[in-house]
């Protein structure tokens, strides 16, 4: 059982490159989570998506777009990275149906130059 | 809005002692609590989650407290070992946060030494 699975694990950009974090899980959730992890700062909402084709603007939205595919599938979009944006990201889903249990990727760690 | 506080921030113990760890929160109006462990370059593992209306969750050695009132929650580790050595983060969801959005502490660095 995969749980939540990120795509890549490290990448390393140029000022103004675009990338696409991926992230899949196979847990049957609903809700999905992208945060990003920085030093000092703890762990911050970018946005979070409810269910297929839906989608919300979390704490620090600026700078990201995302797309929930389908159920399974919510990816992070960079259009114009900055060095700001180098951070580790990661992805959650979360279990509505049963607790309400949070479960994480093991994270992207993106270094903007 | 929801501030999470962990305290202390940084704990080392030599292994076998029994160990509490510390997440307090402002606003006692919440649907759970959870906590999670982070080692070192990878992501958060869940451990354990607290319903609002449950006021203790144990697995294994770890025990989880809450007292919603107080706005306080405490991690037990018993006989620490080398290997629960990590990072421990505790996070809130508020009651009102519709899409499940979850309010998270600093983490605790705990290193349990032989």
């Known amino acids: 059982n995969a749980g939540v699975t990120q795509t890549p694990k490290f990448q390393v950009l140029k000022t103004g490159q675009s990338m696409t974090l991926q992230c899949a899980q196979d847990?049957?959730?609903?809700?999905m989570y992208w945060y990003r992890q920085d030093p000092g700062m703890g762990l911050r909402l970018i946005y979070y998506s409810a269910s297929e084709g839906t989608t919300d603007k979390g704490e620090v939205p600026n700078g990201y777009n995302v797309s929930r595919l389908n159920k399974r599938e919510f990816s992070l979009r960079l259009e114009s990275a900055a060095p700001s944006q180098t951070s580790v990201y990661f992805c959650?889903?979360?279990?509505?149906?049963?607790?309400?249990?949070?479960?994480f990727g093991e994270g992207s760690r993106l270094t903007v130059l | 809005k929801q501030e999470v506080t962990q305290i202390p921030a940084a704990l080392s113990v030599p292994e076998g002692e029994n160990l509490v760890l510390n997440c307090s929160f402002t606003d006692s109006a919440i649907y759970n609590l959870q906590w999670f462990r982070q080692d070192p370059g990878k992501g958060l593992t869940s451990l354990l989650l607290?319903?609002?209306?449950?006021r203790e969750q144990t697995s294994g050695r770890l025990n989880a407290s809450l007292d919603k009132s107080s706005g306080r929650s405490t991690l037990y580790i018993a006989a620490s070992q080398p290997g629960d050595s990590a990072t421990y983060l505790c996070a809130v969801r508020p009651r009102g946060s519709t899409l499940g959005r979850l309010y998270f502490g600093r983490g605790t660095q705990l290193t349990v030494w032989p």
């Open positions: 847990m049957n959730h609903n809700s």
């Open positions: 607290i319903q609002s209306s449950q």
């Open positions: 959650a889903s979360r279990d509505h149906a049963n607790t309400g249990e949070l479960f």
